[in-house]
């Protein structure tokens, strides 16, 4: 039982991930996300893989979106072959990640304020007290290391 923050990106990076939100949901059946953010040519999600590999459940996870997104838009490829995952080791590292994928769309620029953006799990974290809502506009979080972008 592993926690994970992984990061999955567009072919060529093609801003087509906003489509349809649902093929996104739909495409996860044996876990979901805890944390998520769905940015046009990337997204960012956390999750528990229970007893499954990482690569298995990420391999389905893209096997089905695709499958499902060549069905409504009939275009070709939609991933890049890798994705980026990283081994959650312990609540510091929980939270750093849980920020940078709230973060995230405010650092792309796409809007000011992490409530702002509607395709991530970040109300519902700042719903749950976990964050107030105007956070990140005052002192915007500083991330060092890799994130997979």
């Not at 949901?25 to 940015?39: G, K, N, R």
């Not at 060549?70 to 070709?76: A, E, I, K, P, T």
Request: proline share 4%; with cysteine.
């Amino acid at each position: 039982n592993r926690d994970y923050f992984l990061t999955i990106v567009s072919y060529r990076r093609e801003p087509r991930l906003l489509r349809n939100l649902g093929i996104f949901w739909e495409s996860w059946s044996e876990v979901e996300p805890y944390a998520w953010v769905i940015m046009p040519d990337h997204v960012h999600v956390m999750v528990n893989c229970g007893e499954a590999r990482i690569s298995d459940l990420v391999h389905r996870f893209k096997t089905k979106y695709s499958m499902r997104y060549r069905l409504n838009y009939g275009d070709g490829r939609v991933w890049q072959n890798r994705f980026w995952d990283h081994i959650i080791r312990d609540q510091n590292d929980m939270n750093r990640h849980l920020d940078y994928v709230h973060y995230n769309p405010v650092k792309h620029g796409h809007v000011q304020s992490a409530i702002a953006w509607e395709h991530s799990s970040f109300r519902q974290y700042a719903q749950d007290g976990f964050y107030r809502e105007d956070w990140g506009q005052v002192d915007p979080p500083k991330f060092e290391g890799e994130f997979g972008e």
